[in-house]
């Protein structure tokens, strides 16, 4: 995953020190989740940010599809970045 430097969220997110938004990454992260056949989320139960993500920084995403839960980690070059459980329909 990539956040190219042109996005205009980087403008505002913060200006002279750009970073991507933690709930773009959760958002981003759950899209995913949807074109991979995972439709059955209904919230988050945890999420812990670890570091901040940079403008043309490559991220990888490893999901661990559980019962109950899907279990995302977020990680890039230096290491983790985020880890987020979502919760799945009973």
Same mark, same amino acid.
């Given at each position: 995953? *990539?956040?190219?430097? %042109? #996005? *205009?969220?980087?403008?505002?997110h913060? +200006?002279?020190? @750009? !970073? !991507? +938004? &933690?709930?773009l990454l959760? %958002?981003?992260?759950?899209?995913?989740?949807?074109?991979?056949?995972?439709?059955?989320? /209904?919230?988050? %139960?945890?999420?812990?940010?670890?570091?901040? /993500?940079? +403008?043309?920084?490559? !991220?990888? $995403?490893?999901?661990?599809?559980? @019962? &109950?839960?899907? $279990? #995302?980690?977020?990680?890039? %070059?230096? &290491?983790? !970045?985020?880890?987020?459980?979502?919760?799945?329909?009973?």
């Open positions: 995953m *990539l956040f190219n430097s %042109d #996005c *205009l969220f980087f403008e505002g913060f +200006p002279n020190n @750009p !970073v !991507v +938004p &933690g709930v959760l %958002d981003t992260i759950y899209g995913n989740l949807l074109k991979i056949g995972t439709s059955d989320i /209904v919230g988050i %139960d945890n999420a812990r940010f670890y570091n901040t /993500v940079l +403008p043309n920084e490559k !991220v990888i $995403v490893k999901i661990n599809d559980m @019962p &109950g839960k899907v $279990v #995302c980690t977020v990680k890039n %070059d230096t &290491g983790k !970045v985020l880890k987020v459980s979502y919760i799945k329909a009973q």
